[in-house]
């Protein structure tokens, strides 16, 4: 299995801030790589796929980049909506594997 | 819009099998594949297997032997059978739909919590 460390576990950060999510993988994945955001209580919900494309209707703010083992999340100009957790997922080879998540507090 | 719905007994003694199923609505099930993911209560999230809507399966080799995915195209219906179940499949299951091989889950159902107790 393709193990992805994500990293840090948790932060915080004030409205306005821009933070910087890391994952990576124990084997190279091209880009094959989503980012999701959970709120307490909900499913996950797609932000970012192969690695870099924003899925339709989330904010411009959220970006991604990255390719083969090392891939970054980047929020900018952080919103109070945004304090969530954030997994990575590699879609690249089976079984599918996930970041173990980061926590985001907004100050 | 493509809604997904997860339904199945909240309580499950250890050693039975759990059954879920998921229903599709507003879109059709047809050329799309249909996995079930897990999260144990404040863990992190857990990929289960998937079925493509022609009936083939992919699955998790940590739970291989204890599952079973099914598709039902004429009822729009996912279903997950996990057998001789213990504490540590407590969580709530996701059924969430990816439209390629490769590619990731794009729409999520809102889960159902699954507590094994006797």
């Known amino acids: 299995d393709i193990q992805m460390t994500q990293s840090p576990s948790s932060l915080s950060a004030s409205v306005g801030d821009r933070v910087t999510i890391t994952c990576r993988a124990s084997?190279?994945?091209?880009?094959?790589l989503g980012w999701y955001q959970q709120k307490p209580g909900k499913a996950p919900k797609r932000l970012i796929y192969?690695?870099?494309s924003l899925q339709s209707g989330v904010p411009s703010r959220f970006s991604g980049s990255g390719s083969g083992t090392e891939f970054t999340l980047t929020i900018s100009n952080l919103q109070p909506e945004d304090s969530a957790t954030y997994y990575c997922?590699?879609?690249?080879?089976?079984?599918?594997?996930f970041g173990q998540g980061t926590k985001l507090e907004i100050k | 819009q493509v809604h997904l719905q997860e339904s199945g007994p909240g309580l499950v003694k250890p050693s039975e099998t759990l059954s879920l199923t998921c229903i599709v609505s507003?879109?059709?099930?047809?050329?799309?594949?249909w996995s079930w993911i897990r999260q144990p209560p404040g863990k992190g999230l857990e990929w289960i297997g998937y079925?493509?809507?022609?009936?083939?399966?992919n699955y998790n080799p940590s739970l291989k032997s204890r599952v079973t995915i099914s598709v039902d195209t004429s009822k729009k219906q996912i279903s997950l059978k996990l057998s001789s179940v213990t504490a540590a499949d407590t969580a709530v299951y996701y059924c969430?739909?990816?439209?390629?091989?490769?590619?990731?889950?794009?729409?999520w159902g809102q889960g159902t919590m699954v507590t094994v107790s006797s």
């Open positions: 969430a739909r990816f439209v390629g091989w490769n590619d990731g889950p794009d729409i």
């Open positions: 507003g879109g059709s099930i047809s050329s799309y594949y």
């Open positions: 079925i493509f809507y022609s009936g083939s399966t």
């Open positions: 084997q190279g994945i091209r880009n094959d």
């Open positions: 192969g690695a870099s």
């Open positions: 997922l590699q879609h690249n080879s089976y079984p599918r594997t």
